[in-house]
T-cell receptor
Framework: GAGVSQSPSNKVTEKGKDVELRCDPISGHTALYWYRQSLGQGLEFLIYFQGNSAPDKSGLPSDRFSAERTGGSVSTLTIQRTQQEDSAVYLC???????????FGPGTRLLVL | AQSVSQHNHHVILSEAASLELGCNYSYGGTVNLFWYVQYPGQHLQLLLKYFSGDPLVKGIKGFEAEFIKSKFSFNLRKPSVQWSDTAEYFCAVTGGSARQLTFGSGTQLTVLP
């Protein structure tokens, strides 16, 4: 079946602009995660959604980062006033249940000039 | 808080050599353990996982890993590597109430033909 999809695959933006990254999880998966992969920091957790519960935002690096998940499915990660250090690959993952195996999407490569 | 250490940053082997990649975690409670692989230009894929039961788990493409609780280790092994195993390998853990994956820094494996 279809895996996790993310769009856009690449995004180039200017410093100070806002960006939105989209994630479509595997159908029926209740848990959705955002991670960031960068050269200096490796793979870092950003935010976690489970069903209708309040999201776990403990990994968001600053208040410029926010995310929402509409209808328990699609999620959007928004970065406001982008900075060069936000350049990274943003990965989305989903799992059937909270403690289950996470399946990753192909990521969005963000470059902030 | 959980942490994961992968001591080998870059491993270079010839085809048919045996592989062992180290992974140690720090967390005092029950853990779930994972190895993910990222082939060049591709997204993260699950190699194998340990939730409970037999501490020796087998994954795809001939990989296996052994959970040794007393050593807080989950080393990845393959008896005979192939050129197509060239990739970056990530060890990850979830534990306790945390649902997000905590990743190690990754090991880049290069297999020479």
């Amino acid at each position: 079946g279809a895996g996790v999809s993310q769009s856009p695959s690449n995004k180039v933006t200017e410093k100070g602009k806002d960006v939105e990254l989209r994630c479509d999880p595997i159908s029926g998966h209740t848990a959705l995660y955002w991670y960031r992969q960068s050269l200096g920091q490796g793979l870092e957790f950003l935010i976690y959604f489970q069903g209708n519960s309040a999201p776990d935002k403990s990994g968001l690096p600053s208040d410029r980062f926010s995310a929402e998940r509409t209808g328990g499915s699609v999620s959007t990660l928004t970065i406001q006033r982008t900075q060069q250090e936000d350049s990274a690959v943003y990965l989305c993952a989903s799992s059937l249940k909270p403690e289950g195996t996470q399946y990753f999407g192909p990521g969005t490569r963000l470059l902030v000039l | 808080a959980q942490s994961v250490s992968q001591h080998n940053h870059h491993v270079i082997l010839s085809e048919a050599a045996s592989l062992e990649l180290g992974c140690n975690y720090s967390y005092g409670g029950t853990v779930n353990l994972f190895w993910y692989v990222q082939y060049p230009g591709q997204h993260l894929q699950l190699l194998l996982k340990y939730f409970s039961g037999d501490p020796l788990v087998k994954g795809i493409k001939g990989f296996e890993a052994e959970f040794i609780k007393s050593k807080f280790s989950f080393n990845l092994r393959k008896p005979s590597v192939q050129w197509s195993d060239t990739a970056e390998y990530f060890c990850a853990v979830t534990g306790g109430s945390a649902r997000q994956l905590t990743f190690g820094s990754g090991t880049q494996l290069t297999v020479l033909p």
